[in-house]
Nanobody
Framework: QVQLVESGGGLVQAGGSLRLSCAAS????????MGWFRQAPGKEREFVAS????????SYADSVKGRFTISRDNTKNTMYLQMNSLKPEDTAVYYC????????????????WGQGTQVTVSS
């Protein structure tokens, strides 16, 4: 069992930055690849970024590549998402999740989820 808690969301103007955190407790954090997903009103949950258990390998959705950076600190059982150059279309609830098996791009491949944190980008 893994418990995940996101923090760091808020309201920011377009072009601004936010840093999301995902604190994990429970089973060995470093054994899990982790991911960030987001869901805007009326839309499906979509992949944002993922990171391997060691932190060496990362993947990004094309829509955030070059603007967002995923990282993790296994000594603190915490994952981060640094979001720069934010756009109004980045507005969504952001979720962190622990990967179980299958494609890292699919929400169904993750079996533990946080409660989400709201990110709102004003134009």
């Amino acid at each position: 069992q893994v418990q995940l808690v996101e923090s760091g969301g808020g309201l920011v103007q377009a072009g601004g930055s936010l840093r999301l955190s995902c604190a994990a407790s429970g089973r060995i954090f470093s054994s899990y690849a982790m991911g960030w997903f987001r869901q805007a009103p009326g839309k499906e949950r979509e992949f944002v970024a993922s990171i391997s258990g060691s932190g060496v390998s990362t993947s990004y959705a094309d829509s955030v590549k070059g603007r967002f950076t995923i990282s993790r600190d296994n000594t603190k059982n915490t994952m981060y998402l640094q979001m720069n150059s934010l756009k109004p279309e980045d507005t969504a609830v952001y979720y962190c999740a622990a990967h179980h098996s299958g494609s890292i791009y699919m929400a169904a491949s993750y079996d533990y989820w946080g409660q989400g944190t709201q990110v709102t980008v004003s134009s």
